[in-house]
């Protein structure tokens, strides 16, 4: 078996390949975090309810946005890496 009978075009193709595969891999973990990370937050603000101050809220809810921000870059870094 060679690597052009997978669609690659030699050693060059089949390592990109691989690269991309766990580059999308560490994406998706990093993706996975992050909305973990947002829905914590989320949690946390509803466990806490009126316990917590004003402040805390925001900055809260700021976080939350942060993460999930960062859970979209991660997923569009995949998708575009995908197209090329």
């Known amino acids: 078996m060679r690597?052009?009978?997978f669609g690659h075009t030699g050693r060059m193709?089949?390592?990109n390949e691989i690269?991309?595969?766990v580059d999308?891999?560490?994406?998706a973990l990093n993706e996975a975090g992050h909305r973990a990370n947002a829905g914590s937050e989320r949690a946390?603000?509803?466990v806490a309810g009126?316990?917590?101050t004003t402040?805390?809220?925001?900055g809260s809810v700021l976080n939350e946005g942060k993460e999930k921000t960062l859970a979209e870059v991660d997923r569009a870094k995949r998708e575009i890496r995908?197209?090329?």
């Not at 999308?24 to 994406?27: A, F, Y």
């Not at 402040?55 to 925001?58: I, L, N, T, V």
């Open 3 to 5: 690597a052009s009978d």
């Open 82 to 84: 995908d197209k090329i």
């Open 50 to 52: 009126d316990s917590m």
């Open 44 to 46: 946390n603000r509803e």
């Open 19 to 21: 690269k991309k595969t």
């Open 24 to 27: 999308d891999v560490g994406d």
């Open 13 to 15: 193709g089949l390592r």
């Open 55 to 58: 402040a805390k809220k925001a």
